[in-house]
């Protein structure tokens, strides 16, 4: 399997008052976000019709920092975002969550911890372990190649000791 035959696809499902999308094979069956035998090719992934989008298991350098609710109440770009954001805009694939209210980052780092930020900001950053959904929905004029994200990840490692619980 090629190092980028790391594709999967998603189910949104509802339990109580929350929802979660997840991981399922491209013929439906459930998926592991750390199973390869789960995977895909992106041509297989997008030509299947099981489950609700497209997925992509971090890991092997690729990694995704997802920015949740990162606009304000007018539609403009949080100021943490604007910070997270800057150093890699127009250099990496940048692109709109699947609810339309938050970014993917997606960008090369070595494997490490995942990280969550709440409250100060509405971020997660993950390069292994985990899987991020795909929308392939552009940010602006994001270009389709990927720069390294350790700068950022290091930043947020950094605000996580700050972040407030929510």
Known sequence: MAMADRWLRWRLVHGGESASKRPIR?????????????WTGLSTAEQSTAG?????????GFACIDLDHCYDARGYLA??????????????WIEISPSGQGLHIWGRCQERKGIKV?????????SQ???????????RDSPVKLADLTFIFDV???LAVYDCPS
């Open 79 to 92: 100021d943490w975002a604007k910070m997270l954001l800057a150093p890699v805009a127009g250099r990496t």
């Open 118 to 126: 709440r409250g100060l900001m509405d971020a997660e950053a993950y």
């Open 156 to 158: 947020i490692e950094r």
């Open 26 to 38: 491209f013929d439906g069956a459930p998926a592991s976000s750390t199973d390869p035998a789960t």
């Open 129 to 139: 372990g985990r899987y991020m959904t795909y929308t392939g929905h552009a940010w």
């Open 52 to 60: 609700d989008g497209l997925g992509f298991a971090l890991g092997g």
